[in-house]
């Protein structure tokens, strides 16, 4: 890859800014000074160096986002502030996207990377990866409700897999944990309003074998750990 290349999608200037970092010898590849914007690296196994640091070049990256509420789950958006806007410079890589849709007033687990074979993966119909939510409803959750979740829910345009419902507590406003295979449009509020319910809070705490990290408040991100990603990519 040209190193001009290699440096923009490290986020360390743009094309023309490491241009000129690279015209004034700031730039060494194994130790030496490299001044040709054309210079051809190899990302994974040349040494480069960039004012004295010396970068790895990751090309995907994966962030495990606490999704507040109040922002949407796109790239750009003419009106709201989106999950991508929460990811801090030095962290920004080309083609950065949210893998996956939470709603604008939903929080919680939602990965942010720029590898769509892996968002390919996690959302393809065809997988079923189980998604997870904690949900407060307005309104009493029973047993019955438990089957109906296992038998699966007739909603508007299709009928819901079989989902886990397990209560945390019950009364006029009530909580409990939710597993799904699918991931339609509001298709958690679809399923408690359907059982005559009202989701008045919804949080996605883990996806597929990923657990929404609880040191992360809502807003923050940090970079998977090896060992979630392997898992992930299993
Ligand atoms: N189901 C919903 O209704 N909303 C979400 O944001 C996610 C799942």
Do not use: W
């Amino acid at each position: 890859m040209r190193i001009d290349k290699y440096l923009c999608e490290l986020n360390k200037g743009t094309r023309k800014e490491v241009k000129e970092y690279i015209k004034k010898g700031q730039i060494r590849v194994n130790g030496n000074i490299v001044k040709d914007p054309g210079y051809k690296v190899d990302e994974n196994n040349d040494t480069v160096e960039f004012i004295n640091e010396i970068l790895t070049y990751n090309k995907f990256v994966y962030y495990m986002l606490n999704k507040p509420a109040g922002v949407v789950s796109a790239t750009e958006d003419k009106h709201d502030k989106t999950v991508i806007d929460l990811i801090k410079p030095e962290d920004m890589r080309p083609g950065l996207f949210p893998v996956g849709r939470l709603d604008k007033d939903t929080v919680g687990l939602l990965l942010i990377s720029n590898d769509g074979e892996l968002a390919h993966n996690l959302l393809s119909p065809t997988k079923h990866v189980d998604k997870t939510y904690f949900v407060k409803v307005k309104g009493a959750l029973k047993q019955e409700h438990v089957e109906m979740f296992r038998q699966g829910l007739q909603l508007s345009d299709f009928i819901t897999k079989p989902a886990i419902l397990e209560i945390v507590s019950t009364g006029e406003q009530s909580s409990a944990k939710v597993t799904i295979k699918e991931g339609k449009f509001h298709q958690v509020k679809r399923m408690f309003a359907k059982i005559g319910t009202e989701v008045v809070y919804l949080e996605r705490i883990q996806m597929a074998n990923l657990k929404l990290d609880e040191h992360l408040l809502q807003g923050e991100y940090r970079a998977l750990r090896n060992d979630e990603l392997s898992k992930l990519l299993d």
